[in-house]
């Protein structure tokens, strides 16, 4: 049966908002929690970005709910080594509800150090290093290593888990899809795609947990609600690979013009039809999806929730 979450966005929101809204999500009857982890909010307007290791922390204390990275990018920005260990305390903070999600990433949150931001077949490569390294350290034992692209010396993590992190791996084509099926304990991908699921799962995935999600923006209003998100995440509509390559915010700005208000009705739940949003949510348990994230845009976070507790919720199974 299909589980229904939200989905905490660190690019629209400051820290003690995220934790008030996880609260508000767990009051509502939301079964688990997605956290983005950005160095740069997309555009300007969004206007957040905090450091989300900090915020799942005090989520551990807010909720009891389970929390995601949606999705960390374990292999520019951020060492791997260093990643097991955000990951690791995560886990024993949130008394073993933590799984990693993990990708490979956009420049716009990974070249900030100045090193290259390579093709996508270098990046597979250095996810699947990465996800190696984190898996080795996560037992708790001493760890050397020396790869393509990583090195690691006597490293140790004295603060483990009970149990292994669950490391889900984020995939939106055929390569990255492969890559999931081969290392991955799960699967992530944005679109109620049912054929990229069973790519997944016929190429070794099998049984286990697909996640997805998606954003929307609740309110009585709909043609306020398409302005809103045509303002803060018209990013989402931008074509082909500009999400992995364009390396600013300001780069994103320059391209806004390029997203019309009616391509953004056409491809966002906007509004407050309950079946609209129903529909949306239930594509995904339609495609074979075990999770689905909802998140909602904008500042209307209580009424969303409102919403959702007594109208749209209760309609899913």
Known sequence: MT???YFLSTEEFTPRELVEQARMAEQAGFRALWISDHYHPWNGAQGSSPFVWSVIGALSEAVSLPVQTAVTCPTVRIHPAVVAQAAATSAVMTNGR???GVGTGEALNEHVLGDPWPPTHVRLEMLEEAVQVIRRLLTGEEVNHRGPHYTVENARLYTV???PVPIDVSGFGPKATAVASRIGDGYITMAPDEAMVTRYRKGGGGSKPVSG????CYGPDRDEAVRRVH???YSEQLPGEMGQVL???RHFEQLHELVTEDRVRENVVCGDDVEAHVSALSA?????FDRVYVGQI???QRDFFDFYRTKVLPQLP
């Open 3 to 5: 589980e229904y979450g």
């Open 98 to 100: 933590f799984r990693l």
């Open 231 to 233: 303002e803060l995440w």
């Open 213 to 216: 999600g998606l954003k929307v």
């Open 298 to 300: 904008g500042p209307d």
């Open 247 to 249: 390396p600013s915010p």
């Open 161 to 163: 888990p009970d149990e």
């Open 284 to 288: 995904y348990a339609d495609a074979g």
